[in-house]
């Protein structure tokens, strides 16, 4: 599929035809066919031709679509780069494609000017909204309403096979390095094909397109509009209101999204409000689709067929669709093989399976992908003999119908038996006080594995685990039970809206391998232990903290050095793997201080007593570090930086006048942190991780100052009343300190559960 010549196709035939609808925002086909030859032959005066490759980094917008029909006329290969990665994932891949433009918003601007000074072959780029400093020809810089008003409207005449590159799309990188998906013109002939095959589709049809266009999704439906002639609306927010809004206004007819955010919209209270009888059919895919989700859409939109798909990115990326008559019947099902499409079901030792046994699903076919970009190895593990090895589980039924349980990976085995998270799924979400749910495996020292549920309840539902633990054997085996129930807020997501089950694996993991370790090594931990304290101990001694900055100013450095390194949506990720750390910081390092005074009793010096309570976080370190090798190499730097940030906080607070600079330090962390997220700095979808962990390290926090005070205190008073009986008044005073940590260590934490609440209902909850 020559993705131009089926947008020129529609520019004269339907010129006056809206093609592109977002926000205020709308192009007919001929506006848009001569925009993108404006921006086509611009790029090819930079000196950029076919072949070479330009990074895409862009948010949902209707200048995408202009962007990718540029690109797709002349042959450039389009890099989609997802707008919400941060540089530190991006800048390898400018790297690895040698990218020679970048067409991109101001608010990626610090990130491009970096691009452009440290990559060689990045010779523009291309900037769209605020010019930002953008100026004609300066720097490598131009922006894209310029280019638009006066270049040159005439088709670009290069010629372009379907064997052509056209697309390196580049997966999330869940399990280690991303890797770039490399789709052909003709891959974007299947998606097309396949829907027109199952479905009926017409010029006079409004599509919705919700995921991010960075996704494989944005491509496939702009090529799904050139080819049919309809409409198509780009959604900017990931937000039920916004969707619905889009929806009522447009007269959309269909879209598809994963699961979550029709889990979003049906969670809405204020959805009745909205007018969706226009919306005639609806696909839920890209993830395991419970049934009773499916069955509660229908009973809420009665006149809105619902179907389910099948595919991945690397398969272009539909392998199976519910065809409209089939629907209702085979509701469960991911449907049937799209056009020249094949599937097999294979067990653990390669050898296929019958119908109706669950297995590895692999599939062939013209719409697999050609690899991944300078990546052989990775390629020859998924393709052998022409055959993609998905890593999902699933059966066929006797009609054909394939239906996926999930990725092979999540499957956990209890006492030696198979289990599939989403059976339990299916049965929890069920339940009328449930809105969403998510089920893990995690270590257990009876079966190996167990199956732990997180639950996010309805609004205004309080259920307990009692009543869901009754509700699931009523309907389940035992061994399908869930040993460990966890109710959340909220569940961590994907940029696509995907439930990030990887996250919810990861604490569990990580104590697993933490206890495995002490238990190996428990024969020179103590020693270690006792150096590594003693070190730390000294060197703490060697700082003078009067000296050291405010907490409150070492905090808003390393919040800056943290926002150019990574993005708070991986600061989110690091606090929830943190926090294991810090509680078994808080278990461990009190004991082990106790322990280690008391063995320093030679001293015998209240000094002493008063200069290792006040370093003890140096006695947290340890765990710290310990718990950090459990977790995995991003977690090592998080934990050192936090281990390191407590240490010089607690000298400072506790070298000048504890009480009011506690007080004065919580206030300012207080007031910044809530500044900084109800200003929006960070993502909507890590909002609620950040809020909880938060609040959950400011807690534990307030019991370290009550330790501390406590002992601090102690001994201070102790020495005070030794040696200077007058000064008897220090032990109330003390006491005193310890009433008022408390009281604000209760009233800041009342304080985060609410801004908790506020940060939910502020990202569309």
Same mark, same amino acid.
């Given at each position: 599929?020559?993705?131009?010549?089926?947008?020129?196709?529609?520019?004269?035939?339907?010129?006056?035809?809206?093609?592109?609808?977002?926000?205020?925002?709308?192009?007919? =086909?001929?506006?848009?066919?001569?925009?993108?030859?404006?921006?086509?032959?611009?790029?090819?005066?930079?000196?950029?031709?076919?072949?070479?490759?330009?990074?895409?980094?862009?948010?949902?917008?209707?200048?995408?679509?202009?962007?990718? #029909?540029?690109?797709?006329?002349?042959?450039?290969?389009?890099?989609?780069?997802?707008?919400?990665?941060?540089?530190?994932?991006?800048?390898?891949? =400018?790297?690895?494609?040698?990218?020679?433009?970048?067409?991109?918003?101001?608010?990626?601007?610090?990130?491009?000017?970096?691009?452009?000074?440290?990559?060689?072959?990045?010779?523009?780029?291309?900037?769209?909204?605020?010019?930002?400093?953008?100026?004609?020809?300066?720097?490598?810089?131009?922006?894209?309403?310029?280019?638009?008003?006066?270049?040159?409207?005439?088709?670009?005449?290069?010629?372009?096979?379907?064997?052509?590159?056209?697309?390196?799309?580049?997966?999330?990188?869940?399990?280690?390095?991303?890797?770039?998906?490399?789709?052909?013109?003709?891959?974007?002939?299947?998606?097309?094909?396949?829907?027109?095959?199952?479905?009926?589709?017409?010029?006079?049809?409004?599509?919705?397109?919700?995921?991010?266009?960075?996704?494989?999704?944005?491509?496939?439906?702009?090529?799904?509009?050139?080819?049919?002639?309809?409409?198509?609306?780009?959604?900017?927010?990931?937000?039920?209101?916004?969707?619905?809004?889009?929806?009522?206004?447009?007269?959309?007819?269909? #879209?598809?999204?994963?699961?979550?955010?029709?889990?979003?919209?049906?969670?809405?209270?204020?959805?009745?409000?909205?007018?969706?009888?226009?919306?005639?059919?609806?696909?839920?895919?890209?993830?395991?689709?419970?049934?009773? &989700?499916?069955?509660?859409?229908?009973?809420?939109?009665?006149?809105?067929?619902?179907?389910?798909?099948?595919?991945?990115?690397?398969?272009?990326?539909? &392998?199976?669709?519910?065809?409209?008559?089939?629907?209702?019947?085979?509701?469960?099902?991911?449907?049937?093989?799209?056009?020249?499409?094949?599937?097999?079901?294979?067990?653990?030792?390669?050898?296929?399976?019958?119908?109706?046994?669950?297995?590895?699903?692999?599939?062939?076919?013209?719409?697999?992908?050609?690899?991944?970009?300078?990546?052989?190895?990775?390629?020859?593990?998924?393709?052998?003999?022409?055959?993609?090895?998905?890593?999902?589980?699933?059966?066929?039924?006797?009609?054909?119908?394939?239906?996926?349980?999930?990725?092979?990976?999540?499957?956990?085995?209890?006492?030696?038996?198979?289990?599939?998270?989403?059976?339990?799924?299916?049965?929890?979400?069920?339940?009328?006080?449930?809105?969403?749910?998510?089920?893990?495996?995690?270590?257990?020292?009876?079966?190996?594995?167990?199956?732990?549920?997180?639950?996010?309840?309805?609004?205004?539902?309080?259920?307990?685990?009692?009543?869901?633990?009754?509700?699931?054997?009523?309907?389940?085996?035992?061994?399908?039970?869930?040993?460990?129930?966890?109710?959340?807020?909220?569940?961590?997501?994907?940029?696509?809206?995907?439930?990030?089950?990887?996250?919810?694996?990861?604490?569990?993991?990580?104590?697993?391998?933490?206890?495995?370790?002490?238990?190996?090594?428990?024969?020179?931990? /103590?020693?270690?232990?006792?150096?590594?304290?003693? =070190?730390?101990?000294?060197?703490?001694?060697?700082?003078?903290?009067? #000296?050291?900055?405010?907490?409150?100013?070492?905090?808003?450095?390393?919040?800056?050095? &943290?926002?150019?390194?990574?993005?708070?949506?991986?600061?989110?990720?690091?606090?929830?793997?943190?926090?294991?750390?810090?509680?078994?910081?808080?278990?461990?390092?009190?004991?082990?201080?106790?322990?280690?005074?008391?063995?320093?009793?030679?001293?015998?010096?209240?000094?002493?007593?008063?200069?290792?309570?006040?370093?003890?976080?140096?006695?947290?370190? =340890?765990?710290?570090?310990?718990?950090?090798?459990?977790?995995?190499?991003?977690?090592?730097?998080?934990?050192?930086? #936090? /281990?390191?940030?407590?240490?010089?906080?607690?000298?400072?607070?506790?070298?000048?006048?504890?009480?009011?600079?506690?007080?004065?330090?919580?206030?300012?962390?207080?007031?910044?942190?809530?500044?900084?997220?109800?200003?929006?700095?960070?993502?909507?979808?890590?909002?609620?991780?950040?809020?909880?962990?938060?609040?959950?390290?400011?807690?534990?926090?307030?019991?370290?100052?009550?330790?501390?005070?406590?002992?601090?205190?102690?001994?201070?008073?102790?020495?005070?009343?030794?040696?200077?009986?007058?000064?008897?008044?220090?032990?109330?005073?003390?006491?005193?300190?310890?009433?008022?940590?408390?009281?604000?260590?209760?009233?800041?934490?009342?304080?985060?559960?609410? &801004?908790?609440?506020?940060?939910?209902?502020?990202?569309?909850?």
């Amino acid at each position: 599929m020559i993705v131009g010549k089926y947008l020129q196709r529609q520019a004269k035939q339907r010129p006056d035809k809206v093609a592109v609808i977002c926000n205020d925002v709308q192009l007919t =086909f001929s506006e848009l066919n001569l925009r993108a030859n404006m921006m086509a032959n611009w790029l090819l005066a930079q000196g950029i031709k076919k072949g070479d490759r330009a990074v895409m980094l862009l948010p949902n917008c209707a200048e995408f679509a202009v962007v990718y #029909f540029a690109l797709m006329k002349i042959g450039v290969i389009a890099v989609i780069l997802d707008f919400r990665l941060s540089p530190a994932e991006m800048a390898p891949i =400018f790297d690895e494609t040698e990218a020679k433009v970048l067409i991109t918003h101001s608010k990626q601007k610090t990130f491009a000017l970096r691009m452009l000074r440290e990559k060689e072959d990045l010779r523009n780029v291309v900037f769209f909204g605020d010019e930002g400093g953008a100026k004609e020809k300066e720097d490598g810089l131009y922006h894209y309403e310029r280019i638009v008003k006066k270049g040159d409207t005439q088709e670009p005449n290069v010629p372009l096979r379907e064997e052509d590159e056209a697309l390196y799309l580049y997966t999330s990188g869940t399990t280690g390095k991303p890797k770039g998906v490399i789709l052909t013109y003709d891959h974007l002939t299947y998606f097309p094909e396949s829907m027109k095959a199952m479905q009926t589709l017409s010029e006079e049809d409004v599509q919705g397109a919700v995921l991010p266009m960075s996704h494989v999704s944005g491509p496939i439906v702009l090529n799904l509009m050139v080819d049919v002639g309809h409409t198509l609306v780009i959604i900017d927010e990931i937000r039920p209101k916004k969707i619905l809004e889009e929806i009522q206004r447009n007269k959309i007819n269909y #879209f598809h999204a994963v699961p979550p955010i029709y889990q979003m919209i049906l969670n809405l209270p204020s959805r009745d409000r909205y007018d969706l009888s226009s919306l005639r059919s609806v696909a839920m895919m890209g993830t395991v689709v419970a049934e009773e &989700l499916m069955e509660e859409w229908v009973k809420e939109y009665p006149h809105c067929l619902v179907r389910q798909g099948y595919g991945a990115t690397e398969t272009s990326p539909l &392998l199976t669709l519910t065809h409209d008559d089939d629907a209702p019947r085979k509701m469960a099902s991911a449907g049937r093989c799209v056009p020249r499409a094949e599937i097999k079901i294979l067990d653990k030792d390669g050898k296929e399976l019958p119908t109706g046994e669950v297995g590895e699903v692999i599939a062939r076919g013209p719409q697999i992908m050609k690899g991944y970009f300078k990546n052989p190895k990775a390629t020859a593990q998924k393709i052998k003999d022409d055959w993609y090895y998905t890593g999902d589980l699933g059966r066929f039924d006797e009609d054909g119908y394939i239906y996926i349980l999930g990725r092979a990976d999540d499957m956990v085995i209890v006492g030696g038996m198979n289990v599939y998270p989403s059976e339990l799924e299916n049965v929890l979400i069920a339940h009328d006080k449930v809105a969403e749910v998510a089920v893990v495996g995690v270590p257990d020292s009876d079966r190996g594995q167990a199956l732990k549920a997180v639950i996010v309840p309805k609004v205004g539902e309080e259920v307990s685990k009692r009543e869901l633990m009754r509700f699931c054997r009523e309907r389940l085996a035992n061994f399908k039970l869930p040993k460990t129930i966890e109710f959340r807020d909220s569940l961590p997501r994907s940029r696509t809206g995907k439930v990030a089950k990887r996250e919810l694996k990861v604490v569990e993991e990580g104590l697993k391998k933490y206890w495995e370790f002490l238990g190996e090594h428990k024969k020179w931990i /103590g020693p270690v232990a006792l150096v590594a304290v003693w =070190f730390l101990v000294t060197v703490t001694k060697m700082v003078d903290p009067f #000296f050291l900055p405010s907490p409150v100013i070492v905090g808003k450095q390393l919040g800056i050095l &943290l926002s150019q390194l990574v993005t708070y949506e991986h600061i989110a990720k690091t606090f929830y793997r943190m926090m294991a750390g810090y509680a078994i910081a808080a278990g461990i390092g009190v004991p082990l201080g106790i322990v280690l005074g008391y063995w320093e009793k030679i001293y015998e010096s209240v000094e002493f007593i008063i200069d290792f309570f006040r370093s003890f976080p140096a006695t947290a370190m =340890f765990p710290l570090f310990m718990l950090a090798f459990g977790l995995g190499d991003g977690s090592k730097i998080a934990l050192v930086v #936090f /281990g390191c940030a407590l240490l010089i906080l607690v000298n400072t607070t506790y070298g000048v006048h504890g009480g009011s600079r506690t007080r004065k330090m919580v206030a300012e962390t207080m007031k910044a942190s809530e500044t900084y997220i109800m200003a929006k700095v960070v993502l909507p979808e890590a909002l609620p991780q950040i809020a909880a962990g938060l609040r959950l390290a400011l807690s534990l926090s307030l019991i370290i100052v009550v330790v501390l005070e406590m002992f601090i205190g102690t001994t201070r008073g102790l020495g005070y009343l030794i040696y200077n009986s007058h000064m008897t008044y220090q032990i109330p005073d003390m006491y005193a300190y310890i009433v008022l940590a408390g009281l604000i260590g209760y009233f800041i934490n009342q304080g985060f559960v609410k &801004l908790e609440d506020k940060v939910i209902h502020w990202a569309g909850r």
